[in-house]
Structures are given as C-alpha cells and as structure tokens.
C-alpha cells in the first residue's frame, strides 16, 4: 500500500466559486534525492532497483560522511540495504554506491577500481561536488526532493486541467494563468 506523507491544502481555483483542488505528495516511490552538503545541494537520481528503493525509504537522514584516499566520502548505516554488486571498473565522479551491505559511498572524484560496489544511484551534475564535500569528514544530508510525477493532482471533471511544474526546485501549480504553490497561496 501506497503511503501518502503529505497532504498539502486545498488551492482554490476560482475566485467566483468555491471548487478546490487536493494536491496529494506522494514520496514512496520517488527516484530523484537531495543531497546536501553545506550549504550546496545536489540532486541525484536513484537507481530503479531494490538498493536504491531501500536507500529512499531511509529518507530523510543526516549523516557524517568520512574521508578516504582523496576520493570518496563514506558512512556506514545502521542496517543493512539489498545488494547487487559488480565490478564498475572506473568510478565515476557523482557515483553513490554501497560497498558491502551498509556502507554508502559518495564519490567526488573519477578514477579506476577493482573494488564491488552495489549501484544506489548518481548526482545528475556533480559540478563542484568534490569542493562542497571539502578535504574533511563532512554532514551530508540525503532527502526525497519534490518531482511533479509526485504530484497528483484531483480536480472536478467540469474544470481544466492544472499544469504541474517546477520552478527553482520548488513544485508549483498553474490554473488559468495563475500561479500557485501548493500550500495553496497565488504566486504573484
């Protein structure tokens, strides 16, 4: 069964009548992570399999993540995820794997390795990565970000489609040429 994790008020979409739209955000089986370190954030695609299925459903977390060979960051979870390993051969920068069963690997450098790593997923662009992750241990935070397949959106039959979208990482609603967010509130 499908958990809904947030419902997000009601947006009203016509000032002359009462109808509402009940935006509904469903996290369970989103693909797309944060990942945040300092004060930079980095979106990341999960892999469509059952690590990275495990790995969502560990979200939100904050972790410290340590220093290895220039290269990586990691940390080792508490519980153990799925694995599926192989040899990648060439690591590359961006690269979120799972070494072992618990301990994720955030990679900010490219390079050659006959290490087994079980695939979690990739930071989309990993441009200025290795400088956010620093020389040192590091807090990284790894959360669901909001992607309008999240979204569903019910409206009555009798009224037009409302466009979903995202605008500067933030999902907003478009009805007749009006902007909302959906918390409900007309962006101006």
Do not use: W
């Amino acid at each position: 069964m499908k958990r809904i994790l947030f419902f997000l008020a009601a947006v009203c979409l016509s000032a002359a009548a009462s109808s509402k739209t009940l935006v509904a955000y469903n996290t369970e089986n989103t693909m797309q992570i944060n990942v945040i370190a300092g004060t930079k954030t980095f979106t990341a695609t999960l892999a469509d399999s059952e690590t990275g299925r495990a790995f969502a459903q560990l979200l939100p977390m904050t972790v410290t993540m340590t220093e290895l060979n220039g290269n990586e960051k990691y940390h080792y979870l508490d519980s153990s995820l799925p694995t599926d390993s192989y040899r990648p051969g060439t690591i590359h920068v961006g690269d979120l794997m799972l070494y072992g069963n618990n301990c994720v690997v955030l990679f900010y450098e490219t390079f050659s390795s006959s290490y087994s790593y079980t695939r979690i997923g990739s930071i989309d662009n990993p441009a200025g990565l290795a400088a956010a992750l620093g020389s040192g241990n590091v807090s990284v935070r790894f959360e669901k970000s909001a992607t309008t397949e999240n979204l569903s959106v019910q409206i009555p039959s009798n009224q037009e489609p409302t466009t979903k979208f995202i605008k500067n990482g933030q999902v907003y609603l478009k009805y007749k040429g009006t902007m909302y967010n959906v918390q409900g509130q007309e962006i101006k």
